[in-house]
């Protein structure tokens, strides 16, 4: 740590974010994120990929004696993005979605969706889906959990195909396809497992449909349905 502190005074970016990591685990030092953010914002300003990607963390969640700063949080990750976990990528999609004013944009939401969806695993993708639907410790979002959860679907996984139509009938949803939704929970509410929220899904749905609409979802197969609408969809925020 001595040595670190004096080339990391001298100038030394790699000294400076390894100073800075020992700052914010604790180890060799007392714990303190601010000064850990002080070293790690030195770094990046040199250009260390590493230290781009923390400091663009801590000025998106804030620490002790670090305020948020969505802007600059939006600033440095961007520049971090080729070294981000895939729930940095996610965060910033949302930073682009829905963050403040001077920093949404829809298509650099769009293009790091499309960089996210293709490392995470369905598994991941269904997850994030849930989480961003339901609101489960994060704010709301349906367009972007009904993207994410077309994404898994269209990257194999057939195991929450009902689960996607039930969102796919919600017009809270902006990609919402009342007809293929229609044709697909037919089919889901004649198996034997069916649940009764996709029973009450169903329903509900049939109760708000024209009757040109229901004939016209009730002449296409569920799966057809599903592959016609997969192949012209594609997942997206905007």
Not at 74 to 91: F, G, H, I
Not at 138 to 150: C, I, P, T
Request: net charge negative; aromatic share 10%.
């Amino acid at each position: 740590v001595k040595w670190w502190t004096k080339a990391a005074e001298q100038g030394h970016m790699e000294a400076q974010y390894s100073l800075g990591e020992c700052y914010h685990s604790g180890e060799g030092l007392e714990q303190n994120d601010k000064s850990a953010f002080e070293w790690f914002e030195k770094a990046a300003e040199k250009g260390l990929g590493a230290a781009e990607l923390q400091t663009g963390r801590l000025y998106r969640d804030g620490a002790q004696g670090v305020e948020p700063d969505p802007v600059k949080a939006v600033q440095w990750l961007t520049k971090a993005a080729p070294y981000a976990r895939n729930d940095d990528l996610l965060s910033l999609v949302k930073l682009y979605q829905t963050g403040p004013q001077s920093v949404r944009s829809r298509d650099q939401a769009q293009k790091y969706l499309d960089i996210y969806i293709k490392k995470a695993s369905t598994a991941e993708l269904q997850n994030e889906a849930d989480r961003f639907w339901n609101g489960t410790g994060v704010r709301k979002n349906f367009n972007l959990g009904g993207a994410l959860s077309l994404a898994a679907i269209q990257k194999g996984d057939r195991s929450q195909v009902c689960e996607f139509a039930m969102r796919l009938s919600q017009p809270n949803w902006i990609h919402f396809d009342p007809v293929t939704a229609y044709s697909i929970l037919n089919q889901c509410a004649l198996d034997k497992n069916a649940t009764d929220e996709v029973k009450q899904a169903f329903t509900a749905l049939e109760n708000r449909m024209s009757a040109e609409q229901i004939q016209k979802a009730q002449e296409i197969d569920g799966e057809e349905a599903l592959n016609n609408y997969l192949n012209s969809n594609q997942p997206s925020v905007k």
